[in-house]
């Protein structure tokens, strides 16, 4: 990987961070494409909760952060860190694979 390319990419990952981890907070808060034909339609309240409604990065917080701002920030950042640290597995075991069928 060039210089550049570094720099280029650890720029964006950079910017994603502070987008998720500041800007993030100020998304709109009404209610997406979905929710709000259920809701013009009458049947929102017929939705159940999902699955994993009650782990720690539900509803777009962080479990047990009382601070709305902060819990809404920390959980962006670990969305860019948990979709980072995969994409970089992917990216090596594919590079890995390439590699091994050359030889």
Request: proline fraction near 2%.
């Amino acid at each position: 990987m060039s210089r550049w390319s570094k720099k280029f990419y650890t720029f964006f990952f950079l910017v994603s961070l502070a987008v998720a981890g500041v800007l993030s907070f100020y998304a709109s808060s009404h209610p997406d494409g979905l929710e709000k034909v259920a809701e013009d339609k009458g049947f929102l309240d017929t939705a159940k909760d999902s699955a994993v409604s009650g782990s720690p990065l539900a509803d777009y917080g962080v479990a047990g952060l009382d601070n709305e701002r902060l819990s809404v920030g920390v959980s962006g950042v670990i969305g860019i860190l948990v979709t980072a640290a995969v994409a970089f597995a992917v990216f090596a075991i594919a590079k890995k694979l390439k590699s091994g069928a050359k030889n």
